[in-house]
């Protein structure tokens, strides 16, 4: 098949844009040609049947960058529609065969935070243009009925759509992200773990809690914090991702907390850690689940997270209801510096991620792009 895939942009940090280059990856090694439309991409020459198209975006700033890239990649694609067997957009784009509400419902993100902000942030949201351009896009795609399937990443974010948009529930399919099972592998705690401890001077007996993600607001780092201050026992926090570190550092008294910042090996960060938590505010699924599960460690999550619908409270992890539940996320934590209770949990994680490979994500997909090509 030729499958054209709207993106704006790849960084190795993004969540959204690493699944969206694995994705591209997987579909060129199975013979599919791909063709990338985007801003701009790190595309790997290597690979064959892989052409990059450039959406000539003004990049002055992100209100400006969304609109012309939604304006222009309507009218370059449009044009170009009888060249491709399947358009596939990961962004708010106004012309699509398949819309992958990746980035979930901005609806309901705003709806979360909204909730949890004083005055002074509820005015700056809504008085902000680029939350009214999203939200414009948004109800342009889902009402204006501008696809023939969505895909929702989780039940979650099925639920939210149907919730806030006019979408028929027969034209969602909910397909869950894959993951590397090869890169992201409990072994890599005996190749990587202690040499990355030592690169932040940490023990071999410490006990590490790891939280990776961008945007540290929305993925409730600050709840983390909150709830390891009231752990006793001292530990490490090691954070990689992308956000405002200086803000938090008033939440910290007594742990140790290393903002690492965004990483290209993170595989080796899940190596080093004994637990992944990530109190999060809203998040449509979160590939981090999976690698965390994938590499062995047991999860501590909330329900406002779509990967909470794949964590069995006790088996591979726990999910609390809300990221203000501080004192109950110290209570996992703590249940969770027992060794053997924590390695049985991680063996359950790692058999539960091993249900999310990509090669069954990669066959849910195509069935979907056959289904639509010869429906």
């Not at 700033?61 to 067997?85: C, G, Q, V």
């Not at 942030?121 to 501008?146: A, D, Q």
């Not at 991702?241 to 290393?258: C, D, E, P």
Request: proline fraction near 2%; include cysteine; aromatic fraction near 10%.
């Amino acid at each position: 098949m030729k499958i054209a895939i709207l993106r704006k942009k790849y960084t190795f940090h993004g969540g959204s844009e690493g699944f969206s280059q694995s994705l591209i990856k997987n579909l060129t090694l199975r013979g599919h040609e791909v063709h990338i439309f985007a801003i701009k991409w790190q595309c790997d020459n290597r690979m064959e049947n892989l052409h990059f198209h450039r959406i000539p975006a003004i990049n002055f700033n992100s209100f400006i960058r969304d609109l012309s890239f939604a304006l222009l990649s309507y009218l370059i694609i449009k044009n170009r529609r009888t060249e491709f067997d399947i358009i596939q957009s990961h962004d708010k784009t106004l012309f699509q065969d398949i819309y992958r509400a990746g980035d979930g419902c901005h609806r309901e993100w705003l709806k979360q935070r909204l909730k949890r902000s004083g005055l002074v942030l509820k005015l700056l949201t809504l008085l902000n243009p680029y939350h009214w351009l999203i939200l414009s896009l948004e109800r342009l795609i889902f009402n204006g009925h501008r696809y023939k399937k969505i895909i929702a990443i989780s039940e979650l974010v099925k639920r939210n759509i149907l919730e806030h948009y006019e979408v028929d529930e027969k034209d969602i399919v909910v397909i869950y992200n894959g993951v590397d099972l090869d890169r992201f592998h409990p072994r890599n705690r005996a190749l990587f773990g202690k040499e990355l401890r030592a690169r932040y001077g940490i023990g071999d007996d410490e006990f590490v809690v790891l939280f990776v993600g961008s945007g540290f607001e929305r993925k409730g780092l600050r709840y983390l914090i909150e709830a390891l201050e009231m752990i006793p026992r001292e530990l490490t926090l090691l954070v990689v991702g992308k956000g405002n570190g200086a803000s938090l550092k008033r939440y910290v008294k007594k742990q140790r907390v290393i903002f690492c910042g965004p990483q290209k090996d993170i595989h080796k960060y899940y190596a080093a850690a004994d637990i992944f938590v990530f109190p999060t505010i809203y998040e449509p699924f979160g590939n981090v689940h999976l690698e965390a599960l994938a590499s062995g460690l047991p999860v501590i999550t909330t329900k406002l997270s779509g990967a909470a619908e794949i964590i069995e409270n006790g088996v591979q992890g726990f999910v609390v209801e809300q990221p203000e539940a501080v004192k109950k996320i110290a209570e996992r934590i703590e249940y969770l510096m027992d060794k053997e209770i924590r390695e049985d949990m991680g063996r359950a994680a790692r058999n539960r991620a091993k249900e999310f490979s990509f090669e069954n994500h990669i066959r849910k997909m195509t069935e979907l792009y056959e289904s639509i090509t010869t429906g």
